[in-house]
């Protein structure tokens, strides 16, 4: 209601572009990387090869080992993707 025609575009460009994965990541702080997975996580319903892939790669480039990874999905109630 507030956007304008210009604002509108740029979400809808923004939101349907795939996300850089490595740039996301090297974006994060070092001292925030457990809570952006932990964002992350909630966002994306876990159900399909291609989001465990993402957060295979999102934990590895967190420096989060498996183990807390695993801690952090059983907490939100996701299914556990590391051995």
Do not use: C, W
């Amino acid at each position: 209601g507030d956007l304008d025609e210009k604002e509108v575009e740029y979400l809808r460009e923004h939101l349907s572009s795939p996300l850089d994965v490595d740039g996301f990541i090297n974006s994060v702080p070092s001292d925030m990387a457990e809570q952006v997975y932990a964002f992350s996580l909630m966002a994306i319903k876990l159900d399909a090869q291609k989001e465990a892939e993402y957060f295979g790669k999102l934990a590895n480039g967190l420096k989060i080992q498996g183990d807390k990874a695993n801690d952090i999905h059983e907490r939100l109630g996701q299914p556990e993707i590391f051995a």
